[in-house]
């Protein structure tokens, strides 16, 4: 049996590492993918204050996990000493936030829908997941003046594509090296280098 030793800070962990998952080649586009988009933004893209909040982090931003990573999260809790984030309803999954109560300081369980990004209570009693705004959204409001607005685009699409919580529907990394971002890039340089040339 091989057991991996894993350091890294909470505000740069991977989903797989907080579902309990074993890790791929997928985590490291997921780590450029960050770095870039926070070197971009100049902040902390994704700031969680445990792995639960950073659970609930990822999905306003980057949209519900799917249904097979969160039957992987629940075996795996079976077998490894992780606490279980998800619980399952009929067919369908509900994520567990816990929070704390302002004014009591008691902790608070909140079981909310992925389907919805409305804040208000179902029919059920459930509250629905509630959303924020999405990362692409946040790069382009973060384009300077100076910034070439179609490079800005294929940069947020590439983020989306390499930030995709399911590893298995991440962009691949070849495909990511192909992607129309550094087409864009490279038409904007030799552009410059070609106006520095007839100067």
């Known amino acids: 049996m091989i057991f991996y030793v894993i350091l890294l800070t909470l ?18 586009l997921w780590s450029l993918a960050v770095t870039h988009a926070e070197l971009f933004l100049g902040d902390v893209v994704f700031r969680g204050k445990s792995n639960n909040d950073m659970l609930y982090v990822f999905m306003q931003h980057l949209g519900p996990i799917s249904n097979r990573m969160i039957r992987q999260h629940l075996v795996q809790c079976k077998k490894l000493p992780i606490p279980r984030q998800f619980q399952q309803e009929g067919a369908t999954y ?49 384009k300077s003046a100076s910034d070439s607005r179609a490079m800005v685009v294929q940069f947020s699409d590439l983020l989306q594509k390499s930030l995709a919580l399911d590893p298995s529907r991440r962009i691949a990394l070849k ?24 100067k």
């Open 11 to 28: 505000v740069s962990c991977r989903i797989q590492i907080i579902l309990g998952l074993l890790p791929t080649h997928a985590v490291d």
């Open 94 to 142: 509900r994520f567990t936030q816990l929070t704390v109560d302002p004014v009591t300081g008691q902790a608070v369980h909140n079981v909310l829908s992925l389907l919805s990004s409305s804040t208000q209570s179902n029919s059920n009693g459930k509250k629905k997941f509630p959303g924020a705004t999405p990362l692409n959204r946040k790069i382009l409001k973060a």
């Open 175 to 198: 495909d990511a090296l192909k992607h129309e971002f550094f087409q864009v890039a490279a038409a904007g340089t030799n552009a410059s280098s070609g106006a520095e040339t007839t």
